[in-house]
């Protein structure tokens, strides 16, 4: 008789794996990626691509050399992490700065912790902040859209955010937004920005596909959104001219880009429902007070870093619902 | 500019003085007193940790020594003999001796011997092993070769053998902490009193089985025969549910069980060759 | 109309009902069979026997020791060649009477015959008794004693009697058939479970997969009051606590029983076991058993004599198949695997499955990615994830202050985790050293 296969129950598996997770997120980025593309021309193409081989690279060399353990850079984990750091990154930022974000991303951001699922912040995140206080003038000037074959030598300017941020002391916000691009223009994405932050219509899209696919839940992004909206909703009827509207900051910056996909990475997210709204309720807040008081024009990124780190602590407290009261006995 | 400077060094000063002094009485105040001979003793003790003295570390362990006169249940494996007399200096106290021991695996089911008639694909720990099923093996008493006792030891003294998938223990690194017996489901591992040159005879089976089923899974298994209990001038064997028990204290070590053993389950270790055919099938089965 | 559900957690794994619509067939009788003295939790029965001793189908071979525990029957007529220890399907070896088979001579006192006895005309406590006597357990896979469930405890009051006929588990189909083939048994069976327990509401539960049984049974049941309550399908449905959660919205507290709502739920397997032992004076020894497998060559329901090895039973459906990986004593969620097919058929296999090689080994076990997937699909709350963590450090004191024993053991976690990790294995360890901290306790 042949040999059987013995094993604890449950002997069937539902198919998920976390390649199928990390390449169904790179899939939802791709009108994302398009849209960016089309404004951005050569230059996306160009930091996309350095940026996830160097992800890559440098996971497995590190796996391999360093922490001398079987190398997963091929799970789509770096792959994910190399295009959302090239997504938050201006597209004439020269590539060897690309290079030394990956490095931070990959090897600060995730391998010193321990690799995949021990990592305490968004290696995206930690790369892009890396490069935000290391390199502050490449980090700030940005292309416009439409120039297709220029990379570094691309005209730049200021972000709608920093232009707000900057006039508001002087003049009203409706006499700013004015000069900006309409709602419509910056809905679809032509504005300058990061290259992957600029077109909210593109990552709204890319949300409904995660959803679909059971990869996110809607607790993150609608909390921060939401708790977005409705601050500077406040903020914006007590004083309209002092502040800009909420639509605006919606559209705006690298919001949505944080929201849907840089927030909900699973490693630094809490695990729980009522977990997760607080979490997203506290970058949202973070996000309203560095944009409005703070000293920078956008704060999605601090603040997202800042909330990873409180994610052991909801994790730990924050219980999910029980079933069945707890009865006293023995 | 250097009135700043000067500002500067003074108030910083003052502040690191006044935090000093106020440190100082605060330790002072709030001072635990420690007897001094417990870090002495602490110091004396071998500093593995492992917990083979029953104790929480070796800290916990010289408190225990120090608080108490009488020592009945107080050693530490690890250190032996020569450690606790030279602890009993410190406290001059009356040292307490034990004979030394070390751990023995009682399972020789090897694939030669215990055909693995399934495979098992839960997680490769024996604890959960142990909980699903009889084994690979089918023997609901044998090795389960998971490596529990591996993960367990902390002097590196026991590794698994991949060709038997067997755990072996090196004499020369036991402490015998205990730490393996615990860790084992199936209790296959004894700790067992010491022999000049390491030397040991034990029965290498644990299967309490009727003869005719605990030989179906494994052609070395005790079955009970009570042949060697027979043949033991010191009653050292005892016969208990199909299964032969040598007892280590009693036992002198003159190999007239292994010689009877019908199934060689019954080991002799680090003896000098006989020149029996029995011996080399001894030797060759207890490879 | 609306179907209802349980709110939190389940997974859909693919139901695979191969069998689905089979006629249950008598499955011819085996040479020998071997009969457990514990197929049920509590207390293992006393064997009254001796080798050499011929016996009657449906006589009473081994008595129940205690409250909780039951009676066994022989199921063929034969001679007992041995009272020894055999391997059960859990793999150990345990006691077992062993019989010949020998014809097929029956009891006397048991009415054979089709005729469907509707009329109820004993009380409650003989209902209980007829129960007790046939040796009835919860064929729905746990096999608790069911006259225990039909003696309310002290200070508590039945109020509903739900049914099970969810059949969750993919590819078992015996509840299925029995629904629809046996449905006016069932239904006599109902009402006598009604009688036993003193309620006058009840409720039978069936997913929506089956929407076949549904009909039948709504058909039945018009005008008697019994609501059939059509389920979303969703594992573990069948669960009892999801169950009543689903059909009555009421959540059984944790470490405690569906008698704490007022609820008793008994599987349809069991409903029917009890008619038949009630109005054909009938003790269990047979059930309905599905056997199926995707290289099977033809999936089928049989009602097969407890004791028959499960190498008899899939020899009359085609042989064991070449590619024959694992072989699965219940369902693919929550049976246990078999290491040889020299295992009888007792009163709790529903179902044996066979899995192909390909489909039977566990993938790479890598970190936790800290998902959360496994918390999202818990039935009952826990957080699975922390549970392995806690266990692998063996820290189970705290196991339990997690509320590790509120865990049903229905494999939800482990068959959604990208990371593959064995989550129900650790926690089962975890779940036995904090009984064993539990039972420590209570003994000081």
Redesign the interface.
């Known amino acids: 008789?042949?040999?059987?296969?013995?094993?604890?129950?449950?002997?069937?598996?539902?198919g998920?794996?976390?390649p199928?997770?990390m390449y169904g997120v790179i899939i939802s980025l791709l009108p994302a990626f398009g849209v960016s593309v089309f404004y951005f021309g050569i230059g996306m193409l160009i930091i996309t691509t350095v940026s996830v081989l160097s992800c890559i690279l440098f996971e497995y060399l590190i796996q391999k050399y360093i922490l001398k353990v079987r190398p997963?850079h091929l799970d789509g984990s770096a792959v994910l992490t190399g295009l959302l750091l090239a997504f938050c990154l201006p597209t004439n930022i020269p590539f060897w700065m690309v290079i030394i974000g990956a490095l931070a991303a990959i090897g600060i951001g995730k391998m010193t912790f321990g690799?995949?699922?021990?990592n305490i912040f968004n290696p995206a995140l930690v790369g892009r902040v890396f490069l935000f206080i290391s390199f502050p003038v490449a980090m700030t000037s940005w292309p416009e859209p439409g120039q297709w074959m220029q990379y570094t030598d691309a005209a730049t300017g200021a972000t709608p955010l920093a232009v707000m941020k900057e006039g508001i002391a002087t003049r009203p916000a409706g006499e700013i937004l004015s000069e900006l691009p309409s709602f419509l223009q910056l809905f679809l994405g032509n504005m300058k920005g990061s290259s992957g932050e600029v077109a909210a219509f593109a990552l709204l899209i890319g949300m409904c596909y995660m959803l679909y696919r059971k990869i996110i839940?809607w607790h993150i992004p609608v909390s921060i959104l939401g708790t977005v909206f409705l601050f500077t909703g406040i903020l914006w009827l007590v004083n309209p001219d002092r502040f800009a509207s909420p639509v605006f900051h919606l559209l705006t910056g690298g919001l949505m880009l944080g929201a849907i996909y840089m927030a909900t990475d699973?490693?630094t997210s809490?695990?729980?429902g009522r977990g997760m709204l607080i979490y997203g309720a506290g970058i949202g807040i973070v996000t309203v007070l560095i944009r409005i008081f703070g000293a920078y024009p956008e704060g999605v990124q601090f603040a997202i870093l800042i909330f990873n780190g409180f994610t052991p602590l909801l994790?730990k407290y924050i219980?999910?619902?029980?079933?069945?009261?707890?009865?006293a006995?023995? | 500019m250097n009135q700043i400077i000067i500002i500067t060094i003074i108030t910083l000063v003052g502040i690191g003085t006044a935090a000093a002094v106020i440190l100082y009485f605060v330790a002072q105040r709030f001072k635990v007193y420690e007897d001094p001979r417990i870090d002495e003793v602490e110091e004396a003790l071998p500093g593995a940790n492992c917990g083979g003295c029953g104790f929480a570390g070796c800290r916990a362990f010289a408190e225990a020594l120090v608080k108490n006169e009488l020592w009945d249940n107080l050693y530490c494996p690890v250190g032996g003999n020569e450690n606790m007399a030279r602890v009993a200096a410190i406290l001059g106290r009356e040292a307490v001796e034990q004979a030394p021991q070390v751990a023995v695996v009682r399972c020789h089911g090897t694939p030669g011997f215990r055909a693995r008639t399934t495979e098992y694909d839960g997680a490769p720990t024996c604890a959960i092993a142990h909980q699903l099923y009889a084994g690979e093996g089918g023997c609901p008493h044998g090795c389960l070769g998971l490596g529990d006792c591996v993960e367990s030891c902390d002097f590196d003294a026991i590794h698994m053998n991949p060709e038997t998938g067997l755990p072996e223990v090196m004499d020369d690194k036991c402490t015998a902490c205990g730490a393996c017996v615990d860790a084992c489901p199936r209790d296959i591992i004894e700790l067992r009193k010491k022999n000049k040159k390491d030397r040991k005879i034990f029965v290498c089976c644990i299967n309490e089985e009727k003869g005719a089923v605990a030989i179906k899974n494994c052609k070395v298994a005790c079955i009970g025969c009570s042949k060697c209990f027979n043949v033991c001038p010191f009653e050292a064997i005892t016969m208990n549910n199909n299964l032969a028990y040598i007892d280590p204290v009693k036992c002198k070590l003159c190999r007239k069980c292994v010689e009877v053993c019908p199934t060689n389950c019954i080991h002799e270790i680090n003896f000098p060759p006989r020149k029996t055919e029995k011996a080399e099938t001894v030797e060759e089965e207890n490879k | 109309m609306k179907l209802k559900t349980f709110a939190m957690g389940g997974v859909h794994p693919p139901e695979n009902k191969l069998s689905a619509g089979v006629r249950i067939r008598d499955l011819s009788l085996p040479e020998m069979v071997v009969i457990p003295v514990s197929q049920h939790l509590g207390a293992p029965s006393k064997v009254i026997v001796e080798r050499g001793e011929q016996v009657k189908t449906g006589q009473l071979i081994a008595r129940a020791e205690g409250f909780v525990s039951t009676n066994i029957h022989a199921s063929v007529s034969g001679k007992v060649t041995k009272v020894d220890v055999f391997p059960d399907p859990s793999g150990y070896r345990r006691l077992a009477v062993q019989i010949k088979v020998e014809g097929d001579e029956w009891m006397e006192t048991i009415d054979r015959s089709d005729t469907l006895v509707e009329e109820i005309t004993l009380e409650a406590e003989e209902i209980r008794k007829r129960i007790v006597e046939a040796g009835i357990v919860g064929l729905g896979g746990a096999t608790f004693p069911t006259h225990v469930k039909l003696t309310t405890p002290r200070g508590k009051k039945a109020e509903y009697l739900v049914v099970n006929g969810v059949e969750c588990e993919p590819y078992l189909t015996a509840d299925h058939a029995l629904m629809m083939e046996r449905s006016e048994a069932l239904l006599a069976g109902i009402r006598i479970m009604m009688k036993g327990l003193g309620v006058e509401k009840a409720i039978l539960g069936i997913e929506n997969n089956k929407p076949d049984a549904i009909e039948k049974m709504r058909e039945i049941t018009r005008g008697t009051g019994i609501r059939v309550a059509g389920l979303k399908v969703k594992y573990p449905q069948g669960g009892e606590k999801q169950l009543v959660k689903a059909v009555l919205n009421r959540e059984v507290p944790s470490g405690g029983l569906p008698i704490d709502v007022g609820v008793v739920v008994f599987n349809v397997g069991t409903v029917h076991a009890a008619y038949e032992a009630v109005q054909k004076n009938r003790p269990l020894i047979d059930r309905v058993v599905t056997i199926t497998g995707k290289s099977l060559a033809r999936p089928s329901n049989f009602r097969v004599r407890i004791g028959t090895p499960v190498a008899h039973l899939i020899e009359e459906t085609g042989g064991l198949p070449e590619d024959t990986a694992k072989v699965i004593n219940g369902g693919p969620m929550m049976g246990k695997a078999l290491s040889t097919l020299d295992v009888p058929v007792v009163k709790g296999t529903s179902g044996i499955v066979l899995i192909r090689d390909g489909e039977a080994r566990r993938n790479v076990v890598i970190q936790c990615i800290r998902c959360g997937k496994c918390m999202q699909v818990c039935p009952m709350g826990l957080e699975p994830y922390l549970l392995m963590n806690l266990s692998e450090k063996e820290m189970f004191e705290r196991m339990e202050s997690e509320r590790v024993l509120d865990c049903i053991e229905c494999g939800s976690c482990s068959y959604t985790c990208p990371s593959s990790r064995p989550l129900l294995d650790y926690i089962r360890l975890g779940k036995a050293e904090v009984n064993k901290i539990v039972r420590s306790r209570k003994a000081v």
């Open positions: 008789m042949a040999r059987f296969i013995v094993s604890p129950s449950p002997h069937i598996s539902g998920e794996s976390v199928r997770l997963s690799g995949l699922g021990n839940t699973y490693v809490p695990m729980t994790n219980k999910p619902v029980r079933f069945g009261k707890e009865v006995h023995g």
